[in-house]
């Protein structure tokens, strides 16, 4: 039953977006956390806040700031750590 509600409301999202009703101006937010590695924000901007934080919380990663996913190799933790480095601003 709450896989349904999640499912609709995610279907309702992607329609609303398609009507025009909103310009998914949450998956801005949620790209946003990502690339900060901002658990908390995602959490905040997912559909089920409550699902994803018990998602993570039952299989902690051993790198924080990462996920299980990738641990040690997260592409967004490498890549930030390679802008802090640059000499120069790569989207000039
Ligand atoms: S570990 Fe991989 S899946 Fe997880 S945040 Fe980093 S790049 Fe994304």
Redesign the pocket.
Known sequence: MKEGLIASRIGAYVGDMAKGIHNGELDLVMANA?KK?DWEGQYAAAICPADARAIRDAKP?EDPD??????S?????LVNEWLDDASQDVFD
Not at 73 to 77: N, S, T
């Open positions: 990502r590695l990663p990462t996920c299980t996913m990738c641990g190799y997260c592409a967004v933790k």
